[in-house]
């Protein structure tokens, strides 16, 4: 394999595994889904069963594009997918931020991001790689099924780490320009 085949197979996995994460954040329990859909009324400023039906195909279109991605003839097709995914994530978290609509991303499941400006550098920065697997000639199935399953497994632990460690120390630089309370109360 050349450099480009290894980069190009580095970035289908990883995000294969962005687009896996989402879905699954979304779809594994009740719950996490129900955030997600509060997310979207409070974005949409609506309420009823719409909200669900579009929160249902937002994770729906993100566990295709995942597939799309993993599979060597489609991952092309799939990157696109992605970017034009990640481009609509930017434009609304960006009218979210502006617009001072205070929600939760629920993009990863759990207690999500607030739609902030790291936020939107999140996914310019997911935009980029996107772009980036998109440009390059896909590597194709040059590892055989299985090397290309864990390839694709191990981006999927990749992507976890990846957006975790992100969230995590965008908390703690916020955590760090927080004004402490006894600050406060000195002044």
């Avoid at 309420?47 to 579009?54: R, Y």
């Avoid at 629920?106 to 997911?126: E, H, I, K, Q, T």
């Amino acid at each position: 394999m050349t450099m480009r085949e290894y980069l190009s197979l580095a970035l289908q996995s990883l995000m294969a595994g962005v687009f896996v994460f989402a879905a699954f954040s979304k779809l594994r329990g009740r719950d996490y889904f129900d955030g997600f859909v509060t997310t979207v009324r409070r974005l949409t400023m609506r309420s009823g069963p719409s909200t669900t039906m579009v929160a249902a195909a937002f994770a729906v279109v993100e566990a295709v594009t995942a597939a799309l991605i993993a599979v060597p003839a489609t991952a092309r097709a799939g990157l696109w997918l992605a970017v034009g995914l990640l481009a609509l994530f930017i434009a609304v978290v960006f009218r979210a931020v502006r617009g001072r609509v205070f929600a939760e991303c629920g993009c990863f499941g759990g207690r999500g991001a607030v739609m902030s400006y790291p936020l939107l550098l999140r996914n310019f920065v997911l935009l980029t790689l996107a772009l980036a697997g998109a440009a390059i000639p896909p590597a194709g199935s040059l590892l055989g099924p299985f090397g290309h399953g864990a390839v694709l497994a191990a981006g999927v632990v990749a992507a976890v780490a990846m957006l975790r460690g992100y969230d995590h120390a965008v908390g703690a630089v916020l955590a760090r320009l927080a004004p402490r309370p006894e600050a406060r109360e000195e002044g």
